[in-house]
Nanobody, 124 residues
Framework: QVQLVESGGGLVQAGGSLRLSCAAS????????MGWFRQAPGKEHEFVAG????????LYADSVKGRFTISRDNAKSTVYLQMNSLKPEDTAVYYC?????????????????WGQGTQVTVSS
């Protein structure tokens, strides 16, 4: 079992930046694909970004391409989401996710462990 704890959310003005962090427990973090999802009020849970176990492959939702960057530090068992040029429509609870079956490619439906979420609010 892996436990995921997100941090770094907050209130920011449109055009600003935030960096989310997700700290994972367990010694097998480096074998997991990791991802970020979000859910805004009244909207469905949606995929934001993913990164494979080694960090050399990433995947982004079209809505965040060019603005968000996912990265990982396997030595620290942490995955990050750098969010730039934030828009009010990015307002949501952001969740960290892991695919606990090791060494797999980024496949959105494979994510099977979730953090508690961190709120991001972008004001206009």
């Amino acid at each position: 079992q892996v436990q995921l704890v997100e941090s770094g959310g907050g209130l920011v003005q449109a055009g600003g930046s935030l960096r989310l962090s997700c700290a994972a427990s367990g010694r097998t973090f480096s074998s997991y694909a990791m991802g970020w999802f979000r859910q805004a009020p009244g909207k469905e849970h949606e995929f934001v970004a993913g990164i494979n176990w080694s960090g050399d492959s990433t995947l982004y939702a079209d809505s965040v391409k060019g603005r968000f960057t996912i990265s990982r530090d396997n030595a620290k068992s942490t995955v990050y989401l750098q969010m730039n040029s934030l828009k009010p429509e990015d307002t949501a609870v952001y969740y960290c996710a892991a695919d606990r079956r090791p060494y797999r490619a980024i496949i959105i439906s494979n994510f099977n462990s979730w953090g508690q979420g961190t709120q991001v609010t972008v004001s206009s």
